[in-house]
């Protein structure tokens, strides 16, 4: 769907916009947009080009990635700009531990580039199929006792602002912009290259294990102290949970088996798992007879890789999520407490929630800013009605001063992230510099940060 290098668009020039009129959807099919046209550019002075023009013509200007965000943060019905011909490793700096990579480029490709250059980023999410800007305007994490998002790893970046100017940010350049950027909803300007810390490459161990509900809990204070990273699925219905904990190891190598690891990774939690959700959704008495029985299908396992083999997983089940950060000490009273309304609800829901953790971090917008955090993630399998599930559990988290995911499914509005981020008018202000005219905005901009 996107211009390629030899189109020509209305102005004349390559890769100008191109009217479109097509409805764009994100992965999950919850949000779709018409926007009028697109453009492709192929380089920063193109990306400018495009925005300023689309300034002058009145038109809202949004980047898209892959689209992989369950809100409408990337929606427009002016000019949508599709990075795919901003992608690629531009730079990297062995001494300083730093790489520069355009910002289309999916982390899938950012991963297998810095393998090859035996380099690696110190930690990630649990799928890479995002772009870089949108993984980390949207604040995309992994889990970590000392290592943040991937938004926290930036060391540097370039931003194209509402009149087409390139701003060079980093903690001596620009540094308040710097300071928001790094997470900024798209709201700031379009990024066009990223500078990520990066470290040689190194080896994790991974252990997963079946664990109880009760246990857990109970452990979760030491399970997180004891390990890099730690992360759990609790699986409703049932009081089995399954447990996963990676640290640095010295070796040796030790990936999962080929057959073992299409069994488990492949047939149980995508082709079994995909089916067992069908049928939940056609018929959802069923569901929690067979959680109790797919809970226990997954056995422990302990492997060795390099970093993004064992951070990420294939994710071929599409669903729709809700994801909250809360402060940490107050995760397991929330879980319980979730745990509680589901079973005394009419609720059949077939996807475990998972668990992860994040050190604080000083940007801006991120649900990390300034305390360390607990995350919980509820799912609901694509098609399935979510809303009375994602209610009752948005409840809960915000009753505990929870902070949502910026790319997921929530219904919270300006005031009340006022109240949840003490640095929340720096943003606004900056937004209010950067983008009197609110070229980059839209519906969802202007419900959580206000007109």
């Known amino acids: 769907m996107g211009t390629t290098g030899s189109t020509t668009g209305?102005?004349?020039?390559?890769?100008?916009?191109k009217a479109y009129g097509t409805t764009w959807r994100n992965w999950a099919g919850n949000v779709t947009a018409r926007p009028a046209q697109e453009v492709s550019p192929a380089s920063v002075e193109e990306l400018a080009a495009a925005v300023r023009q689309a300034a002058e013509e009145g038109r809202r200007v949004k980047p898209v990635g892959t689209g992989h965000s369950f809100t409408s943060a990337a929606a427009t019905d002016g000019l949508l700009i599709r990075p795919d011909l901003l992608t690629g490793i531009r730079h990297i700096d062995r001494e300083a531990g730093t790489v520069t990579v355009e910002a289309g480029t999916p982390l899938k490709r950012l991963n297998l580039a810095l393998a090859r250059e035996g380099l690696s980023l110190t930690n990630m999410g649990d799928i890479m199929e995002?772009?870089?800007?949108?993984?980390?305007?949207?604040?995309?994490?992994?889990?970590?006792?000392?290592?943040?998002?991937?938004?926290?790893?930036?060391?540097?970046?370039?931003?194209?602002?509402?009149?087409?100017?390139?701003?060079?940010?980093?903690?001596?350049?620009?540094?308040?912009?710097?300071?928001?950027?790094?997470?900024?909803?798209?709201a700031l300007g379009v990024i066009s290259a990223i500078t990520f810390a990066v470290e040689p490459e190194f080896l994790l161990t991974a252990?997963?294990?079946?664990?109880?509900?009760?246990?857990?809990?109970?452990?979760?204070?030491?399970?997180?102290?004891e390990n890099e990273h730690f992360e759990f699925y609790w699986f409703p219905h049932t009081g089995n949970c399954n447990t996963k904990r990676n640290n640095r190891s010295a070796g040796p190598?030790?990936?999962?088996?080929?057959?073992?690891?299409?069994?488990?990774?492949?047939?149980?939690?995508?082709?079994?798992?995909?089916?067992?959700?069908s049928l939940g959704r056609a018929v959802p008495g069923t569901i929690p007879t067979v959680a109790k029985i797919s809970s226990k299908a997954l056995s422990a396992r302990t492997y060795t890789d390099i970093p993004y083999k064992v951070f990420t997983s294939p994710r071929r089940v599409r669903f729709v999520e809700m994801e909250y950060a809360l402060p940490r000490e107050a995760l397991v009273e929330a879980l319980r407490e979730l745990r509680t309304m589901v079973d005394r609800s009419n609720l059949r829901i077939s996807f475990p929630v998972e668990v992860r953790t994040a050190p604080a971090d000083d940007i801006t917008l991120s649900t990390a800013s300034g305390r360390e955090s607990a995350y919980i993630a509820v799912h609901m399998y694509k098609g399935t009605p979510y809303q009375a599930y994602f209610t009752a559990a948005e409840r809960i988290?915000?009753?505990?001063?929870?902070?949502?995911?910026?790319g997921k499914v929530h219904t919270r509005d300006a005031e009340y992230f006022a109240s949840v981020y003490p640095r929340f008018g720096e943003f606004t202000e900056l937004r209010d510099r950067l983008d009197p005219d609110r070229v980059f905005g839209n519906d969802y901009l202007r419900r959580v940060l206000g007109d």
Not at 253 to 277: M, R
Not at 400 to 405: E, F
Request: net charge negative.
């Open 10 to 17: 209305p102005t004349g020039a390559p890769n100008g916009p």
């Open 130 to 186: 995002q772009t870089v800007a949108g993984a980390t305007s949207t604040g995309t994490h992994g889990t970590g006792r000392d290592s943040a998002s991937i938004s926290a790893q930036i060391q540097a970046l370039e931003l194209v602002t509402a009149d087409g100017s390139v701003l060079h940010c980093s903690p001596k350049e620009n540094p308040e912009i710097f300071a928001a950027a790094r997470l900024g909803l798209g």
């Open 207 to 225: 252990r997963e294990e079946p664990m109880t509900f009760d246990r857990v809990t109970a452990e979760f204070d030491a399970l997180h102290a």
């Open 253 to 277: 190598e030790q990936p999962v088996g080929k057959v073992s690891g299409f069994f488990e990774d492949e047939f149980l939690s995508n082709g079994l798992f995909q089916a067992v959700n």
């Open 397 to 406: 988290f915000t009753a505990h001063g929870g902070r949502p995911h910026w």
